[in-house]
Every structure is written in structure tokens, then in C-alpha cells.
């Protein structure tokens, strides 16, 4: 199959599906409560798209040259049956990678099922092992063993690798950086630290409250000896750095201090089926329409292909330029 290439030479690689805008947690960087509070309407049952519908667009996609799937949210295990999802999509030829990123709070009760129905691997966010910090940060009462335990449920899933995804915020949970580095150093599982960015238009954020993704290396790097490692895939968003003594990587992603824009080949699909070609685009491409239109396979991938070959974003490196006034998507419709 021939690679199809966007206007700055970028090639579909990735797909990352929203199962659902909700959400058990209210993390302040994204779902904050004042926002998303009794009165927010979330998307209807009839307006997320049926399993049926997600799996016709990952064959499309998958026909079009994406190899990897990566199920995300809000939180993709509140969605009901997400294991029969699983299953679906491990079953369509060309996915060769099938992830999901979740909180880890209901991984316990799913981790299992996820494995059985054909789930290789899994990402986790945890962005504290300090209960007060994490339970501030999720603003949902969930403690820190509660999540913990769901990474061991996976491990013990063999749904490896584990990685585990912290957001770094300056003066929130910075100073549990390098507990957190100490927590996974040895064990197999990657933590890979994440810039603070300006998704959405929810979390009033600010310059200064992004921790440079080198400060982070900087910091732990002071208490064990890292290393660059070179990035095993062009797409790949996190740098990676190993202990000198072996004991395993970290990552950072530095989208706001780095910008990787122009090895960005992902695609994103919001939970009602809107295709998003950047995680800071102000609105989609209302796939769902065409799924629901009656149109053929080859009428949607020929839309999803016109949509491929026009893009242009690079938010991430026009940031300090760019327009302001222009609302974003949320982080929570689009899954990161
Ligand atoms: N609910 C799942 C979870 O938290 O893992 C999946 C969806 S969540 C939107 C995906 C990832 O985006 C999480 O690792 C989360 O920490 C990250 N994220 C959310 N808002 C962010 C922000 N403003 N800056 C950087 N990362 C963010
Ligand atoms: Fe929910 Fe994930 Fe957003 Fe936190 S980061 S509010 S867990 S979707
Ligand atoms: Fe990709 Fe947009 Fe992020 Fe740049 S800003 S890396 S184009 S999602």
C-alpha cells in the first residue's frame, strides 16, 4: 500500500479513539468541576458512535495505512462493554499495535477481560504518589494505591509493556517527580513525564506553570545517571533517557518546550466520530455523518484520505504565533 503523505510529508500512522467524553475524575487539567459540573451535557447514547461504527473506521483506517490503535477518552473503561470493543478491533488486519491509555481506577475489575479480548498493552496516568497531590490533581477522591493496583492488575494481565503517563504542572506535583521515577526505576515500567499543555479552553493555562521536560531530565538525571536513547519509530512523541546503570528508561514529552510537529502522524476521533487532524484544532470532521449517510467503504476512506492529504497543522510549533480567539477542542472529547 502506498503511504499517504499530508502537505508536510507526514504519513498516517496513528489512530487515537475516543470511546466516551466521561469521565470518574475531574482532573483540574483537564475536566476541571467548574466546567464539568452537574449541569454539562455530555454526548447522548445515540451520539457516541456504536462499536460497529469505531470498528468500520479503524478497517478504514487501517486500509489507509495506520498500524497503530490507541482506545482513549474521557475514561475508555466507563464505556460499557469496552472488552467487546477490544476484541472487534484486535481482529482487523493491519492493527498492529492496540492500546489504551486509561486512569487505572477500574483497571483491577478489567485488566483480565482486556488481555483475553486481544489488548497487548496499556498506559496509565498517575501523576503523584502523594495521596494529597493526587487526589487534588483528580479532584475525584481516588487515592494512589487505588491506581497502583490497577498497574500490578495489568502486569499481572501480561499486558506489557506497562508504561505509565505523569503530567507535570510547576508548583502542583513537581517536587514528586523524582519519587515517581524511584517508584518504576527497576520494574519494567516506563514513566514517561508530559509537559503541561494548552488543550482545550477549560484549564486556564499558563506558561509558567509548565515544568521544561529537560528540567525533568535535569532533575533526575542528578540522583541517577541518564543517557539518550534515540527514538525507536519517527512518530514516537516521548524522548527517551535509560538509567547508566541499567535499571531501566523514562520518557519525557516535551510538546510545548520541543515541539514534535513534524513527525506528527496521528489522527484522532472524538467519541461522536469527528475526525481531528491536531490535538489543539478548533473543530472536526464530522465523520459520524458519513457513517450514518449510508456511504460505502470506499466513499469514506476516500473522505478520510481527502481530509489526510490537505492537512497542514503544526500547532505545537506555531504556538507562540498563534491566533488568539480561535476556541480548541477539549483534551477530554479528543483523549490526548
Ligand atoms: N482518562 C484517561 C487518562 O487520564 O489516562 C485517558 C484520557 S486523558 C485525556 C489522556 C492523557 O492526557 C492522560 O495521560 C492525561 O494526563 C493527559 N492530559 C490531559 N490533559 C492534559 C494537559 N492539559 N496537558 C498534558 N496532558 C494532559
Ligand atoms: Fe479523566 Fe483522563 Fe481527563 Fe483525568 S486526564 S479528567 S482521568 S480524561
Ligand atoms: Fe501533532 Fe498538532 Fe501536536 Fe503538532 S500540535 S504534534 S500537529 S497534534
Redesign the pocket.
Known sequence: MATMLDRLARPLQDLRISLTDRCNFRCTYCMPKEVFGPGYRFLGRHEVLTFEEIERVVRTFASLGATKVRLTGGEPLVRRGVEDLVARLSAVDGVADLTMTTNGSLLRQKAAALAAAGLRRITVSLDSLDDATFQAMNDAGCGVATVIDGIEAALEAGLAPVKVNAVVRRGVNEDGVVALAERFRGTGVTIRFIEYMDVGESNGWRLDEVVPAQEIVDRIGAVWPLEPVGRSTPGE?AARWRYSDGSGEIGVIS?VTQ???GA?S?ARISAEGKLY?????ADGHDLRAILRSGADDAELADRIRAIWLRRS?????LRSTATPGVRKVEMSHIGG
Not at 487532524?277 to 484544532?281: E, H, I, Q, R, S
Not at 497543522?313 to 510549533?317: A, G, I, K, W
Open positions: 512523541v510538546s515541539p514534535f510537529c506528527c496521528r487532524t491536531c490535538l489543539f484544532a497543522d503544526r500547532y505545537s510549533e
